[in-house]
């Protein structure tokens, strides 16, 4: 024996090195934490047939500056790119300091950056519309499936009452005679669908009556105007007035999740419900902004 080392011990030493060390590699979020913008990620790869273990507390990248940023829904089944940093980056996630390491870890699964958006095939985008340049720039475009969480109620009231505003390119339309509007509040994006049948919308309860029904939705998006009458008084409590159709639901029920007024509510169950005294005969108008269920 020379002590010399062979090739295929080369080898050998080579991949355990590169085994312990990771660049980049696909993954699936798993779960979001949106007060912590961090997320647990199911690495997409095994190592000698076993898969890698779950990444939890990876902070998700959203494009923007300290005081503003470019956000977007982030759920399970989401495809991302995983990064691992040099070096352990615990301290830096807690205080945000650039100080001495907590430890020696380099390139470790337990030092991963999440950033969401990037696509394998089976999982592109339907219906990317064509990309124009000019110069060599294209335009952005805004997906039509935007979390309407994000809807002020005064976006919402100025969408539903279809006022011109030649500076947002709102569509024309007087919402009392009938007309919804299809572009969204100040995007100049047309809905995906609408309608006025009552029947196609909700279904009253007993002694309500609906004089007016308009829905219309962007993909996930959905808005809707109910205009209903009690026949008969409520001195206080929640009144229940109709029942959203099938697939007109709401996916939240909590009250900070989407807009509404005059008093009503959409609950995930389809209820739409309003909450103290009601006048015999009052004429009641629900508006509402909220994700598909």
């Known amino acids: 024996m020379n002590g010399s080392v062979t090739p295929a011990e080369l080898m050998a ?4 090195i590169m085994s312990s060390l990771h660049c980049a590699m696909p993954g699936t ?30 902070p998700v990248f959203f494009p923007g500056t300290r005081d503003s940023a ?15 940093a040099d070096f352990d980056i615990d301290r830096w996630a807690e205080t945000g ?7 020696g870890r380099r390139h470790d699964l337990s030092d991963a950056f999440a950033f969401v958006g990037f696509r394998s095939r089976p999982g592109a985008l339907a219906d990317l519309p064509p990309q124009p340049s000019f110069f060599g720039i294209s335009p952005v475009d805004v997906s039509h499936t935007h979390d309407s969480r994000y809807y002020t109620e005064t976006e919402t009231n100025t969408l ?44 009253a309860e007993s002694g309500v009556t609906i004089t007016a029904a308009q829905y219309a ?46 008093g009503g509510q959409i609950l995930s169950n389809g209820r739409v419900q309003v909450n103290g005294a009601i006048s015999a005969n009052a004429s009641l108008t629900i508006l509402s902004t909220y994700v598909l269920a």
Do not use: Y
């Open 13 to 16: 030493l080579k991949e355990e």
């Open 70 to 84: 470019l956000t977007f829904p982030v759920s399970p089944g989401e495809e991302c790119l995983l990064v691992f």
């Open 217 to 262: 939705w962007w993909g996930k998006v959905a808005m809707v105007r109910l205009v209903l009458t009690k026949k008969t008084a409520v001195n206080s409590g929640t009144t229940t007035l109709c029942t959203m159709a099938t697939g007109k639901r709401p996916k939240f029920n909590a009250m900070a999740e989407w807009a509404w007024n005059s």
């Open 160 to 203: 539903l009452a279809g006022k011109a505003d030649t500076g947002h390119k709102h569509k024309t339309g007087d919402i009392t005679s009938g007309t919804l509007a299809l572009d969204r509040g100040g995007t100049g994006q047309a809905a995906t669908g609408s309608t006025e049948n009552i029947a196609d919308i909700a279904a």
């Open 97 to 103: 300091s650039g100080d001495e390491p907590d430890s």
């Open 29 to 58: 979020v798993e779960s979001f934490d949106v007060q912590t913008q961090t997320a647990s990620v199911r690495p997409a790869a095994r190592r000698k047939g076993i898969p890698l273990p779950l990444l939890r507390d990876v």
